[in-house]
């Protein structure tokens, strides 16, 4: 029987509910946010040159406790290395940390009672979901910059990068949003009394 996946465990014995987790660009690392605001950080112990049916063995290699700086949950968490840079959300704020060393670049202050985002990081750009809005911004290379402001008729549950326009899940519709005007194009379908609204590529 064929086996699409490989399956391994990791942080069985947490301390800590883990709220978010995060791959590196390369796969060598998998970062876990926790409740308490800890960073946990394992690594892959597999050689490169294994055989790909080889199962990959992670190890707890560093913890970072307060991360952010609060002891509040890492409730969204994302490691891009285009710009070699993690993303995260905690206590309602999107942090931003060096990919290689994970100190703290900075707090975006105007991303307050933020509680997800999504990135398309080709076209260098974030949408942060903050209640009935969404800001988007712009990563310079060194910062994330210009933010602009799209009101939304409810808070955004998810969100997904589709070129230049944002499909959102609501509480009770998806709908397709563009960017540029801040209109939402197109009702795609209704998302049903309980299912809850997730959005892919």
């Known amino acids: 029987m064929h086996s699409v996946f490989q399956r391994a465990t990791l942080a069985q014995n947490c301390k800590s509910k883990v ?6 660009p390369n ?8 409740a308490d605001g800890s960073l946990l ?3 892959c ?8 049916s080889t199962v990959p063995r992670f190890h707890l290699f560093d913890t970072h406790k307060k991360w952010c700086g609060e002891k509040r949950a890492i409730t969204c968490l994302a490691a891009i290395g285009e710009w070699g840079v993690t993303l995260s959300i905690c206590d309602g704020y999107m942090y931003v940390h060096n990919l290689a060393t994970l100190e703290l670049i900075t707090k975006l202050r105007s991303t307050r009672n933020c509680s997800r985002f999504c990135i398309d990081a080709s076209r260098s750009k974030v949408c942060v979901s903050i209640k009935h809005r969404l800001l988007v911004l712009t990563w310079t290379g060194k910062e994330l910059a210009n933010p602009k402001e799209l009101h939304t008729p409810s808070t955004a549950r998810s969100l997904q990068w ?9 509480r009770r519709e998806y709908n397709l949003l563009s960017v540029e005007t801040g209109l939402i194009i197109k ?12 959005v892919t590529l």
């Open 45 to 52: 112990d597999l050689d490169a040159a294994a055989s790909a």
């Open 187 to 198: 009702e795609v379908t209704d998302t049903g009394r309980k299912e809850k609204p997730l």
């Open 19 to 24: 709220e978010s987790v995060a791959a590196s």
């Open 162 to 170: 589709i070129g230049n326009h944002l499909c959102v899940g609501f």
């Open 41 to 43: 950080v394992f690594n």
């Open 27 to 34: 796969g060598d690392r998998i970062f876990a946010g926790c």
